[in-house]
């Protein structure tokens, strides 16, 4: 049984915005977003619990997670793009706290492509 369902992401060229979003199962304890390059491991990206949100230092200030609680849908809407968040993002849920490990997360999304031109 499919658990999250990814949808977004797409082209834009540097400086631009783009958003993902999730449908998500809303019986977690934390859920977040993550991504992989191209010959990259898997990185996390924002974080979001009750306790809060945190992101990486790569995408703070510029990257914003958001979750509607009525809809069980999870987004990242994303500002100021650089060429190096190019990527395949994706959503997952974990049912302890919350950290930045993949290894420690326990259903993924399928991966939405988000390609920026310098």
């Known amino acids: 049984q499919v658990r999250l369902v990814a949808s977004g992401g797409g082209s834009v060229q540097a ?3 783009l958003n993902v979003s999730c449908v998500t199962s809303g019986d977690t304890y934390c859920m977040g977003w993550f991504r992989q390059a191209p010959g990259e ?3 996390g990206v924002a974080l979001l619990s009750t306790h809060g949100k ?3 230092d790569s995408v703070k200030g510029r990257f914003t ?3 509607d609680v009525a809809k069980n849908i999870l987004s990242l809407q994303m500002n100021s793009l650089k060429p190096e968040d190019t990527a395949s993002y994706y959503c997952a849920e974990r049912m ?3 950290n930045f490990s993949p290894e420690d997360w326990d259903y993924w999304g399928q991966g939405i492509q988000v390609t920026v031109s310098a």
């Open 41 to 43: 491991e898997r990185e």
């Open 65 to 67: 997670v958001d979750r």
């Open 15 to 17: 400086g631009g915005s």
């Open 54 to 56: 945190i992101y990486s």
């Open 96 to 98: 302890a706290g919350c």
